[in-house]
Each structure stands twice: as structure tokens, then as C-alpha cells.
């Protein structure tokens, strides 16, 4: 299943799309007109770009600054967040647990998270995650 | 008189540790830290052992400052071309790196470890902090 279809299928996701980091294509679904999905592409894509551009500053003060590359942003409103990781992003409902749900999602498929997400979420709850899991 | 003054700016940066060391029980934490309006750095605590340093906050914090109120323009824009509601006021921005993410509001800030992340617990504690 494609990474957007994974993110509107968690309750709560208002929309979800990717973006090309060179040209204007885009894809998306969920409650966005195309215009709006558009506009959504253009900032997020430009958003995105000044964040790898600010990270590479903080990696002139510190060689190891643990910021390089970045891997996205959150925009935290008063009823819906927006979330990019790479070059996919996400609207959301400010519903409880939901952030971090969809935050651990994008950053297995597209971002940092290496090796079995499922591990990785019940990692979080502690003891023994193979065990838990397997 | 001096001492009261003494007494009354105590009280102040009491506060503003407390603020932080709420900041700093956030799962992940590597690091609190308040700034002014501007972005420059007011207060911070940094955990033993990592990579960060009072430069980096300093510059993290005008970095947050800046995207915040980018933030809000495009919400505020994007609000009136579209008519969907729920992004204003911008109550929070989060910087996601590869081994921390910054999380701000108001005038606080809390970097975190992305494997212990908890994007909702920091956005939850800053919206206590008193800066």
C-alpha cells in the first residue's frame, strides 16, 4: 500500500500527498480541492527546502550536530497540524496520540526509522518487543 | 529595596529553571531552553553528554523564531485563500533532524532524541512553560 493511502486510512488524517522536490508534480487524497493540494505541494516542498538549508548552518557550528539531513517539520495549529517528512505531507486533526502515530508512520516509510516499525512503536512501550511481537 | 529586587528576580529565574527542568522530563530530552522574542537565548539546560552546545540553541532558537512566523503568515494565508479553519493561532513548530528534533512554542524550546520521541508530550509541556 502506498505511503499515502496508509496515512488516510489512520483516523484523523485530514489529507495526505506527495510532492517532487524538482518540477511541480503531486499526489494526494483526502479533503483538499487540486488547487489547494497544489498550494499544499508548493509550501510544503518550500518549507522543506529552508529546513535542509538552516540544518546545514547548524552543521557549521558543529561538526556532529546530529540535525544533518533534515528529515522534515511540524507545523502545530489550534485544530489541525501539518507534518512533512521528505517529500510526503500530511494534515491532521490535534486529536490525542494521533501526531505520534502518524509521525512514527512517515518516518519508518520515508524517513529515519530503520528496520521494523512495528519493533520500533513497541519498543516504546519497554520489556521484551520480540516477545511481544513474534 | 535592593534585596526585594533581588528576591523578586530570583523568584523570576526560579521560575524559568522550573519551566525548564518540566521541559527537560519530556521523554528524549537533550536539552531546554527559552528565548526572547527575537530568538536570542535567555535560559537553557543542555544534558550531559551530547553534541549541543549554548551556540547551537542560540541559533536553533532564531531558526524556530523565524519559521514560526512564516508559519503563521502562510496559515493565515492559506486560511483566507481556502477557507479551511483550525491553523491559527500557530501554537507550535517543530524542527525534525536526524537524530533530534527541535519542538518550540511560546518561548520555549525542547530538543529531543528521535528514538525516545514524543512530539505530543512536548507540544503538551510547552504549552506550560512560562518564559
Known sequence: MRIISQLMAIPGVIAAGEYAFRGDRYSYEGHLT???????????????????????IFGSFSEDC??????????????ITVCVIGNIFCFLQNKEGLLNDVMTVMRAKVGDIEGDMMKYMYAKIGGDVNEKLY | ???????????????????????????GALAAFQYSDKGDLTQHVIREGTELTPQVLDLLAHTCVAN????????????????????????????????????VGG??????????????AAFAALSQCKA
Open chain 2, 1 to 27: 529595596m535592593a534585596s526585594i529586587l533581588g528576591e523578586h528576580l530570583s523568584k523570576a529565574r526560579m521560575g524559568d529553571l522550573m519551566s525548564l527542568d518540566h521541559l527537560m522530563q519530556v521523554p
Open chain 2, 68 to 103: 514560526v512566523a512564516i508559519a503563521t503568515m502562510e496559515a493565515r494565508g492559506w486560511e483566507a485563500l481556502t477557507g479551511q479553519q483550525g491553523f491559527e493561532p500557530v501554537q507550535g513548530f517543530s524542527l525534525v533532524g536526524l537524530d533530534w528534533s527541535a519542538v
Open chain 2, 107 to 120: 518561548n520555549c524550546g525542547v530538543v529531543l532524541r528521535n528514538r525516545d520521541v514524543d512530539y505530543e
Open chain 1, 66 to 79: 546530529g540535525c544533518k539531513p533534515a528529515q522534515g517539520w511540524i507545523v502545530r495549529g489550534r485544530a
Open chain 1, 34 to 56: 487540486p488547487e489547494s493540494a497544489r498550494m499544499a505541494s508548493i509550501l510544503c516542498r518550500s518549507n522543506t527546502l529552508s529546513i535542509n538549508m538552516q540544518t546545514e
